[in-house]
C-alpha cells in the first residue's frame, strides 16, 4: 500500500513539476529574458502557433488570424475553435467531479475509524487479569512437590555409594578374571575407574582391597610389556597393549626410546651395508661384466633391508602415535647420510654412471620410506639432497678437468726443465694439453648426458637445473683455465702470490708459446665444438631467469680466449726480446766506445744474437703454423717510425765525412723525412711462425738502435756496429720474411750510429766484405765440424 | 687510435733528448729543452706557451758548451736550472742561470752558477726536490749518490755527502719523492733502490729488472710509477714493495719514460720509442684495499689506456706537464720536436 502510495505520489509530484515547468516556460531553453525578447519582436515573428504558448496575446492573434487566412479557413477555423473549447469544458467537468468524490469517501473512512477504537481498552485489562492468576497457581503445585522430591534424590545417591563400594570390594577377583582371560583392557577399565577412591580412601578402609588389585595390575603391566616388545605379536596388539600402558600411567617414553634405539641401530647397519653397495658398484666398475650378479644380489639385501625398515616405521606410527617427529628425524638422518657416503665417493673421481646407481638406489628408498611416511617429505628432503650432491659432482668433474689439463701443460714443462728436450717436446706438450682439453670436454659432456638420460623421477626434477649448471660450469671453468694459464705463464701479479707456484721458479719461454697456441686452440675449435655439444643435448634449463641471460655464453669465452692467446704471444716476444735485450745491453755498455779499436772480426754479440733468433726458431718451428709468406703490410700498423733516407743517399754520405756538412746532412735528414713515407714497424703479430720471429727481429733491431743512440763512438767503434750490421743483413734476411722493415732498421741503426759517433768515416766496401765472408766462412765450418 | 696533430709544435735544430716544466714561472706555461748534438753547437731554449696556447713562443735561446742528456729547470727560480752534459768521454753536471734580458735576446750567455764537479763517472741526472723551496741537490752518476748543498745567492755547491751504490750496481736515474724530502728513487740494473738522504742508506728496494725511469706520484703517497724496457708500466705501492699494485701494458717496443700528472690523481703519460705518447688512467685504488680490488678487477677491469699520441716521426724520450696548467704537457722526440698538447677532451668526465 504504502508503496504504491509513494509510487503515487512520486507521479503526482513529477505531474506538478511538469505542468509547472510548462506553464512557466514552453521552450526549456528560452528563460524570462528570451521571453521579453520573444514579445518585443513578437509583431514581428507572430504566428498562429503562439495559441499555445504564455504570451499568448487574443488581439493579436485574432488580428493576424484575420490577416492570414480567407474566409473558408476562417470559418472552418471557428468551428475548431469552437469544438476544442466544448471538449476543453467537458475535461473541466469531469475533473472537479472525480476530485469531488475521493474527498467524500475520505471523509468516511476518518468517521468509521473514530468509531471502532472506543471499548479496546476495558479488553485488555482483562487479558492481564488472568495471565496473574494462572501464576499463582504454578506457584502452589511446586511447593507441594519439593519435599518428597529432595527424598527421592537422597535414596537415589546412597544406592550409587553403596554399589560403588561392592565393586571395589569385587575389583581383586575381577582383576584376577580379567588376567585369566587375557581381557586386559577390561581390567585397566576397571582398575583406572576404581583409581579415584584408591586415591581418597586407599589408606584406610580399603587397604587389603587396594594392595591386591596393585598386585594384579603389576601383573597385567609386566604382561603388556612384553607383548610391546615381542615382535611376534601384531602391530594393531602391540598398538593397545601401548595404548594400555599409557592409561596405567606407566612411562612409555623409556619404552619408546628403547625401541627407537633399536631401530637407530638397524638404520647404522643398513648405512654400512649401503656403503658396502656402492663399493661393491666400484668394483662392478671395474669388472664390468663379472659383476653385475654381485651387484644385484648385494641391491636384493640392501632393499630387502629397507622394506624392514619400513615395516618397523610403519609399526612404530601405529603403535606410538607421537613418534612422527621422530621417525621423520630418523628417516631424514638415513637420506642424510646416505647422501653424505655419496658426497665421498664424489670426492674421488667417479663417473656418472656410478653416480646414477647410488642415485637410483637412494631414490628407490627414499620412496619406499616415504610411502609410510608421507609427511616427510621425503622426496623433497632427498631433492634437496640431490641437487647439492650432483652440483658437487658437476664441480668436481669440472676441477678434475682442470687438473688433467693443468697436468698436461706442466709435464712438458717440467720435461723441458729436466732438458730432455727432444726435438718436439713442445709439439708433444701441445697436443697433449689440445687432446685433455678436447677430450676431457667431450668426457665431460657425456658424462652430464648419461645423468640426462636417465629417466628416474629424481633427475627428471633436477633436469633444468643440471642443465644450467653444467652450461654454469662450463663457463667457470673457462674463466678458471685462463687464469690458470694466467697463473702457469707467471703473467699474473700479486693476486695469485700466494698460490702453489713457487717462486723463482722462471717460467720457460716454451710453455707461454704453448699456452699462446692452446688459448688459440680452444678459441677456434673446443669453444665451437662444445657449443654444439651444448645445443644439442643441453639445451632448454632456465630456471636461472631470463634477466641473467644464457649461463653459457661461448662468445664471451671466445673473446676472452682470443685476448689470452694474444696476450700470451706477446708475452713470448717479451720475454723472448727482454733475453736478447740482455745481450745486447751487455754488448753496449761494457765497452769503452769511444776508445774502441779497429775492427779486425763481426764481434761475437752477433752469434749470440742468432744462436737466440736460432733458439726461438726451432721453438716456434714445432707449434706454431707456417702461416703465408706475406710481405710487409700496412694496414695493421701499430706504431711507426721514418727512416731518414734512402740507401744510395746514406752511403753517399757515409763516404762523406765532411763536418761541416753534417748540418746540412741533418736537415737533409728531416727533408727526407717528409718526403718518406712511414715505415711501420710495429705490425701485429699473428700465430705463425713467420709472424712471430720477424717481430722479434724487429724489437730487437729497434732496440739495438736505441742502445746505439745511448753511446758516442768513436772511428773505429762506428766501424765495427757497420761490420756487425753488415754481416747481420745478410743472416737476417734467412730469419725474417719481411725484408723491407729489417733493412731498413739495419739501416737506421748505422744511421744512429753515425749521428752518435765523433769520426763517422765508414769501412771500404771491399774491407767490409772481406770480414763478413770471413766470418760466415767461420760459422759454415764451425756448423761442419760440429 | 692514430692522434691527428692536435698539439702545438716547436721545432729545435738538433736532435734532443730532455724537456723540463719552468715551474717556479707562475705566470706563464713555459718549458725548457736542451739539444743533443755530438758535432754542433748546443742551444737551451725556453719556450713559452703563448696565452691562446694555440703558439709557442722562444723567449730565450741559449748556447750550451756541451750535448745534454738531463735538464732539470728549479723548482723556486725560474732563471736557474741544471744540466747534465758530456762532450764524448767526458761527463759533467752544471747549475746555470739564465741572464737578466728576457725578450731581448742579444745576450744569449748562462751564467754557470756552479759546477757539481765531484763525479768520478757518468753522470746521469740531477734531480731537485720537486716541491718548494730546498737548499739541496741530488746528483747521479753510474755508481754513486751526491747530495749537495747549495746557496743560489753565493753561487756556491758543496757535497754534504756521498754514498756508492756498489760496484755492481750501475744507476741509470732517479727521482726525489714529492712528499718527503728524505726519500730518493735510484734505478739500476736489476732493482729500484729507496734511500733515505739523512742516512744515506739504503731504506728498501723494489726488485725489478730493467727499470728505465722512475716517478712518484706526486698526489699520493708511498705510490711509485716506473717504467721498463720490455714489460710496460708498474705502479708500487713502497709499503709492498714485493708486488705491484698495477700494471699497464706500456709501449710497443720500451717504455722510456713515465709521468704522473701533478694535479688529476691517476692520470699518467709515458713516452716509448715506439714514437708515441700514451696516456693512462689507474682507476684509483684506495691503499688498504689494494688486494681486493685486485681481485674484483676482473669484473670492473676498464681499459686504462684513455689515449695514444703517435704523431711523432721518432722516438719520444722526454716529457713534461705543466704544473701551471696541469691539463697541459710538452712532449719531445728524439728529431727535436717539441709537441705540446692538451688533455682536456680525454679527462674523465666528473
Known amino acids: 500500500m504504502e508503496v504504491e502510495e509513494g509510487v503515487q505520489i512520486d507521479d503526482k509530484a513529477k505531474r506538478m513539476r511538469d505542468m509547472l515547468s510548462s506553464f512557466y516556460s514552453s521552450d526549456p531553453s528560452s528563460n524570462a529574458s528570451s521571453l521579453q525578447n520573444y514579445t518585443s519582436s513578437s509583431s514581428r515573428f507572430a504566428t498562429l502557433d503562439t495559441i499555445n504558448t504564455t504570451s499568448f496575446d487574443a488581439n493579436m492573434y485574432m488580428n493576424l488570424l484575420v490577416q492570414k487566412s480567407n474566409l473558408e479557413n476562417l470559418l472552418q477555423k471557428h468551428v475548431e475553435m469552437a469544438a476544442e473549447i466544448k471538449n476543453l469544458d467537458t475535461d473541466l467537468q469531469m475533473l472537479v467531479y472525480e476530485n469531488y468524490n475521493k474527498f467524500i469517501s475520505a471523509t468516511d473512512t476518518i468517521k468509521r475509524m473514530k468509531n471502532n477504537i472506543v471499548g479496546m481498552e476495558a479488553n485488555m485489562e482483562q487479558l492481564l487479569e488472568k495471565i496473574m492468576s494462572v501464576q499463582s497457581k504454578s506457584d502452589g503445585v511446586n511447593t507441594s512437590l519439593f519435599d518428597k522430591r529432595e527424598h527421592i534424590e537422597k535414596l537415589h545417591r546412597t544406592r550409587n555409594l553403596l554399589r560403588k563400594v561392592q565393586f571395589i570390594y569385587d575389583l581383586p577377583t575381577r582383576l584376577e578374571n580379567c588376567i585369566k582371560s587375557e581381557a586386559y583392557a577390561d581390567a585397566i577399565k576397571f582398575y583406572t575407574g576404581a583409581m579415584p577412591i584408591f586415591k581418597a580412601y586407599g589408606e584406610s578402609s580399603f587397604q587389603d582391597c587396594k594392595r591386591a588389585s596393585e598386585e594384579a595390575v603389576a601383573v597385567i603391566i609386566k604382561k603388556l610389556q612384553g607383548k610391546v616388545f615381542s615382535d611376534s605379536e601384531s602391530i594393531q596388539a602391540r598398538a593397545e597393549a601401548v595404548m594400555l ?130 609427511e616427510a617429505d621425503l622426496p623433497d628432503y632427498a631433492l634437496q639432497a640431490a641437487r647439492i650432491v650432483v652440483k658437487d659432482y658437476i664441480d668436481s668433474t669440472f676441477k678434475h678437468l682442470l687438473l688433467d689439463i693443468s697436468d698436461a701443460l706442466t709435464k712438458a714443462q717440467v720435461r723441458q726443465k729436466e732438458g730432455v728436450e727432444g726435438e718436439y717436446s713442445l709439439q708433444v706438450a701441445l697436443e697433449a694439453s689440445r687432446k685433455a682439453v678436447i677430450q676431457g670436454s667431450m668426457d665431460v659432456l657425456l658424462n652430464f648426458r648419461q645423468l640426462l638420460d636417465e629417466n628416474s623421477d629424481l633427475l627428471l626434477k633436477l633436469r633444468d637445473s643440471i642443465i644450467d649448471w653444467v652450461q654454469e660450469g662450463f663457463q667457470n671453468f673457462f674463466g678458471t683455465l685462463d687464469d690458470h694459464f694466467l697463473l702457469l705463464s707467471g703473467k699474473s701479479n700479486s693476486a695469485s702470490q700466494n698460490l702453489n707456484i713457487p717462486e723463482g721458479i722462471s717460467v720457460l719461454t716454451g710453455l707461454v708459446l704453448v699456452l699462446a697456441q692452446l688459448s688459440l686452440f680452444i678459441e677456434q675449435s673446443a669453444i665451437p665444438r662444445i657449443t654444439e655439444e651444448i645445443a644439442s643435448s643441453f639445451s632448454g634449463g632456465g630456471t636461472r631467469g631470463y634477466e641473467y641471460g644464457p649461463a653459457f655464453v661461448p662468445a664471451e669465452i671466445c673473446r676472452t680466449f682470443r685476448s689470452a692467446g694474444e696476450k700470451f704471444l706477446d708475452l713470448y716476444i717479451k720475454m723472448r726480446t727482454q733475453k736478447i735485450s740482455v745481450v745486447l745491453r751487455k754488448r753496449f755498455t761494457a765497452p769503452n766506445w769511444v776508445k774502441h779499436k779497429e775492427p779486425r772480426e763481426v764481434h761475437m754479440f752477433v752469434d749470440l744474437l742468432l744462436r737466440e733468433l736460432e733458439a726461438i726458431g726451432t721453438e716456434v718451428k714445432q707449434i706454431l703454423p707456417q702461416g703465408l709468406h706475406h710481405k710487409h703490410r700496412r694496414t695493421e700498423s701499430n706504431g711507426s717510425t721514418t727512416s731518414s733516407r734512402s740507401n744510395p743517399l746514406r752511403d753517399d754520405r757515409l763516404s762523406r765525412s765532411n763536418i761541416q756538412k753534417a748540418r746540412s746532412q741533418l736537415l737533409e735528414t728531416h727533408l727526407a723525412k717528409l718526403f718518406k713515407q712511414k715505415m711501420e714497424i710495429f705490425t701485429k703479430v699473428e700465430h705463425t711462425q713467420g709472424s712471430v720471429l720477424t717481430t722479434i727481429v724487429k724489437l730487437s733491431l729497434k732496440s739495438l738502435q736505441e742502445f746505439v743512440r745511448l753511446q758516442t763512438f768513436n772511428r773505429s767503434g762506428f766501424q765495427q756496429i757497420q761490420l756487425d750490421i753488415q754481416f747481420l743483413k745478410t743472416t737476417l734476411k734467412e730469419i725474417a720474411e719481411d725484408e723491407a722493415a729489417v733493412d731498413f732498421l739495419l739501416d737506421e741503426v748505422i744511421v744512429a750510429t753515425a749521428e752518435r759517433c765523433l769520426d763517422p768515416i765508414p769501412l771500404e766496401p771491399p774491407i767490409l766484405d772481406k770480414l763478413v765472408q770471413a766470418k760466415l766462412a767461420k760459422n759454415s765450418e764451425q756448423i761442419s765440424v760440429s | 687510435m692514430q692522434g691527428g696533430s692536435t698539439g702545438v709544435g716547436y721545432g729545435l735544430k738538433y736532435q734532443a733528448r730532455c724537456i723540463s716544466d719552468v715551474k717556479a714561472d707562475t705566470d706563464h706555461t713555459s718549458f725548457l729543452t736542451g739539444t743533443l748534438s755530438l758535432k754542433e753547437e748546443n742551444e737551451v731554449h725556453l719556450i713559452r706557451l703563448s696565452s691562446g696556447g694555440t703558439e709557442l713562443i722562444c723567449e730565450g735561446l741559449f748556447s750550451h758548451p756541451n750535448e745534454i742528456w738531463d735538464l732539470a729547470s728549479c723548482p723556486f727560480d725560474q732563471r736557474i736550472f741544471s744540466t747534465v752534459f758530456s762532450s764524448g768521454e767526458s761527463y759533467g753536471a752544471a747549475i746555470w742561470q739564465i741572464p737578466e734580458l728576457y725578450g731581448q ?238 688533455i682536456k677532451p680525454h679527462l674523465p668526465k666528473k
Open chain 2, 105 to 342: 735576446l742579444n745576450s744569449p750567455q748562462l751564467e754557470r752558477i756552479a759546477s757539481l764537479d765531484a763525479h768520478s763517472s757518468k753522470i746521469k741526472c740531477v734531480l731537485w726536490w720537486p716541491t718548494g723551496r730546498h737548499d739541496k741537490l741530488v746528483s747521479i752518476d753510474e755508481q754513486n749518490l751526491f747530495l749537495w748543498s747549495i746557496d743560489t745567492s753565493k753561487k756556491t755547491a758543496q757535497v754534504q755527502s756521498q754514498q756508492s751504490a756498489g760496484m755492481l750496481h750501475y744507476l741509470s736515474g732517479g727521482a726525489w719523492d714529492a712528499h718527503d724530502v728524505n726519500a730518493v728513487a735510484l734505478t739500476c740494473e736489476s732493482s729500484v733502490q729507496l734511500w733515505d738522504l739523512r742516512t744515506m742508506k739504503t731504506t728498501n728496494s723494489i726488485q725489478h729488472a730493467h727499470v728505465r725511469n722512475v716517478d712518484y706520484d706526486t698526489k699520493k703517497k708511498y705510490m711509485l710509477v716506473t717504467a721498463e724496457d720490455e714489460s710496460g708500466i708498474h705502479i708500487w705501492d713502497l709499503r709492498k714493495p714485493k708486488f705491484p699494485v698495477s700494471e699497464l701494458p706500456g709501449h710497443s717496443h720500451w717504455t722510456w719514460t713515465v709521468k704522473c700528472n701533478p694535479e688529476y690523481e691517476g692520470l699518467i703519460l709515458s713516452a716509448g720509442t715506439d714514437s708515441a705518447v700514451n696516456l693512462w688512467l689507474v682507476p684509483p685504488t684506495s691503499d688498504d684495499s689494494a688486494l681486493d680490488s685486485l681481485v674484483e678487477s676482473p669484473t670492473r677491469r676498464v681499459e686504462p689506456l684513455l689515449h695514444s699520441y703517435t704523431d711523432y716521426e721518432d722516438s719520444v724520450y722526454d716529457l713534461a706537464w705543466s704544473s701551471r696548467e696541469p691539463w697541459i704537457f710538452a712532449s719531445l722526440s728524439y728529431d727535436g720536436r717539441v709537441v705540446v698538447e692538451s
Open chain 1, 245 to 374: 600402558l599409557k592409561q596405567l600411567d606407566f612411562p612409555v617414553i623409556n619404552l619408546k626410546v628403547k625401541l627407537f634405539e633399536k631401530l637407530d641401530q638397524f638404520l647404522v647397519n643398513l648405512d654400512l651395508e649401503s656403503v658396502e653397495l656402492t663399493n661393491a658398484s666400484v668394483d662392478d666398475n671395474e669388472l664390468p661384466k663379472g659383476g653385475t650378479v654381485l651387484d644385484s644380489a648385494s641391491s636384493a639385501a640392501h632393499e630387502a633391508s629397507i622394506r624392514e625398515f619400513v615395516e618397523a616405521v610403519r609399526a612404530y606410527r601405529v603403535i606410538f602415535l607421537d613418534s612422527e617427529q621422530q621417525l621423520l628425524k630418523l628417516a631424514q638422518d638415513f637420506v642424510t647420510k646416505h647422501f653424505e657416503a655419496t658426497r665421498q665417493q664424489i670426492k674421488k673421481q667417479f663417473r656418472s654412471v656410478e653416480l646414477l646407481a647410488i642415485l637410483r638406489v637412494i631414490w628407490s628408498d627414499v620412496l619406499l620410506i616415504s610411502e609410510v611416511l608421507p
